[in-house]
């Protein structure tokens, strides 16, 4: 079944440390997007990707980067510039046309200890 | 630029109650417009959306929403709930002019009692 695939699950980091979180779609998407969430502050958005090798920064891009070398693929880097890394972060994709929803993933969820 | 309210930030509900949860939005242009389900440390999963044509949609799990332009709302309605329903509902908004970005609101979380 197509779908976006997030990993991992739960991951901890150092601080100071970079960690890197995958996100993976086989939905033929174009764009991808990811969002930072925590609690009672709803969904914020980080980077966006609409097409290949093309990304926009989103609301909160300070302390992240990310790449988009190939569609499937839009991986997110929580640097060490990043001063409250601990969030729950989703990563979803849509169509490049009107009206279509996104696809969320299952979501990561990042601790620093 | 397009914002959503959800005015209310949590709803508790008896079991076998009806509910609603409310979301009004603002834009200068035609909008399609969501309503997402979100159980706890998992993704958003797509409820239903409104598109065109008729203001009433239905989507998954029972749950209903109608489109006011007028007043801009996108109310989400379900009959009579479950203990199962028991998560954080987000609406979202996107602008026909804007490309796919959508601009979400700030979630509704809703706890049915039993």
């Known amino acids: 079944d197509g779908g976006i695939t997030q990993s991992p699950k739960y991951l901890f980091r150092k601080e100071g440390q970079n960690v890197t979180l995958s996100c993976e779609q086989n939905?033929?998407?174009?764009?991808m997007y990811w969002y930072r969430q925590d609690p009672g502050q709803g969904l914020r958005l980080i980077y966006y990707s609409q097409i290949v090798n093309d990304f926009q920064k989103g609301d909160i891009a300070e302390g992240y980067s990310v790449s988009r070398e190939k569609k499937e693929s839009f991986p997110l880097t929580v640097t060490s510039a990043q001063k409250n890394p601990t969030a729950f972060y989703l990563c979803?994709?849509?169509?490049?046309?009107?009206?279509?929803?996104?696809?969320f993933g299952s979501g990561t969820r990042l601790t620093v200890v | 630029a397009q914002s959503v309210t959800q005015l209310d930030s949590q709803v508790p509900v008896f079991e076998e109650a009806p509910v609603e949860l409310r979301c009004n939005y603002s834009?200068?242009?035609?909008?399609?417009l969501f309503w997402y389900v979100q159980y706890p440390n998992q993704g958003l999963q797509l409820l239903l959306k409104?598109?065109?044509?008729?203001?009433l949609v239905k989507g998954i799990n029972g749950f209903e929403a109608e489109f006011n332009k007028s007043q801009t709302s996108f109310h989400l309605r379900k009959p009579s709930v479950h203990i199962s329903d028991t998560a954080e509902y987000f609406c979202?908004?996107?602008?026909?002019?804007?490309?796919?970005?959508?601009?979400f609101g700030p979630g509704t979380r809703l706890s049915v009692l039993p």
């Open positions: 409104y598109l065109s044509g008729s203001t």
């Open positions: 979202a908004v996107s602008e026909y002019n804007y490309g796919q970005n959508f601009v």
């Open positions: 939905l033929n998407h174009d764009a």
């Open positions: 834009s200068s242009v035609s909008v399609y």
């Open positions: 979803a994709s849509t169509f490049g046309q009107h009206g279509h929803g996104y696809t």
